[in-house]
Structures are given as structure tokens and as C-alpha cells.
């Protein structure tokens, strides 16, 4: 469980768990329930380098449609840290989540599950920019790559995100 904190983009307060990047190619999922009351409060899937150069799946709360699935990214934009919303909010029922996101060298695509199928989450991401080698400015690289889970709740309510699993499989392991 990680109760959430300020946003993944903040200098302080994080609610973030995960682990380093060691492959070109791998797969890492995760399986999480939240119930967000408002936008304000998310949790996911990240590969993140630091608060300016990141990608996220994350579930949250859209108004006019409840619960829903979206990417959140940051691509190296340092120091004005804007996001992006690289696709649509998708639907989802109440209950767990399961969440994908497969790297293969320079692109990243996640995927997410509600007991069927996996189903595509938006476009396929830029996954050099989770790198030293990526974006710009003064903080361009430091830390290395990784990925792992987040949570974030920027209402003080400290919502909870429940991860029951993580998995991380480099490439010709599975």
C-alpha cells in the first residue's frame, strides 16, 4: 500500500517505490486498486528518471466520468516540468487494475487489464527520454532509469493505493 503525497513531479514529498532500469528491453507490471474522489488523486505505473522526465499510467478521477485509466507524461521538460496527456481517459470499472508497461530500447508502450484481455493505453512513449542521454537543462541526468509504482494525492487526504503485485522480467525471460 502507498499512501499518496504531493505529485510525482514534486521536489519533496513522494509516494514512490520502485526499482532500476538494468535492461534495453523489459516488462514490468503491476496490479493496484484506488478509488480516487477527484483528479487531485492518482496512483500507477511509472518508468521515471526524476520530476521532469517521466511517463505514468495512472488511475485517477476524471469529472463527468468517474474512474478512469490515463498516461501522464513529463518528456525532459526541464525546468518548467509541463505535462502531457498523451491520450484520452479510458473508463473503468470498480475493483483492481492491472497495469503493463513493456520498454524495448526507445519506445515503451503500456497496456492495462480488467480481467479480459490486455488493451493498449495510448500511444507508444519516447523511452529514451528516461535516461541520462535525454531532455535538458542543468538536472538532464543523475539518478538512471527506473520504474516502479506511485501515488499521489495532492488534497492532503493521504489516499491510499493498494499494489498487490510488481514484476519486473527483462526481455527473453518471460
Request: aromatic fraction near 10%; charged fraction near 20%; hydrophobic fraction near 40%.
Amino acid at each position: 500500500m502507498l499512501i499518496g503525497r504531493e505529485s510525482i513531479g514534486s521536489w519533496f514529498e513522494q509516494a514512490l517505490v520502485a526499482r532500476r532500469q538494468e535492461h534495453l528491453a523489459y516488462v514490468a507490471e503491476t496490479t493496484l486498486d484506488i478509488a480516487p474522489a477527484t483528479y487531485q488523486q492518482a496512483a500507477g505505473l511509472t518508468t521515471y528518471y526524476n520530476r521532469s522526465k517521466f511517463h505514468a499510467a495512472l488511475v485517477t478521477h476524471e469529472p463527468g466520468m468517474g474512474r478512469v485509466l490515463t498516461l501522464m507524461s513529463c518528456p525532459g521538460d526541464w525546468p518548467d516540468g509541463r505535462l502531457t496527456w498523451p491520450c484520452a481517459p479510458v473508463a473503468l470499472d470498480e475493483g483492481p487494475v492491472e497495469l503493463r508497461v513493456v520498454v524495448d530500447h526507445a519506445a515503451q508502450q503500456f497496456w492495462w487489464r480488467q480481467g479480459g484481455n490486455w488493451q493498449k493505453l495510448g500511444p507508444a512513449l519516447d523511452a529514451s527520454v528516461i535516461s541520462d542521454e535525454g531532455g535538458r537543462g542543468e538536472h538532464a541526468s543523475f539518478t538512471g532509469a527506473f520504474v516502479g509504482m506511485v501515488a499521489f494525492d495532492i488534497t492532503g487526504q493521504g489516499r491510499e493505493a493498494r499494489f498487490t503485485r510488481f514484476a519486473y522480467v527483462p526481455e527473453g525471460a518471460q
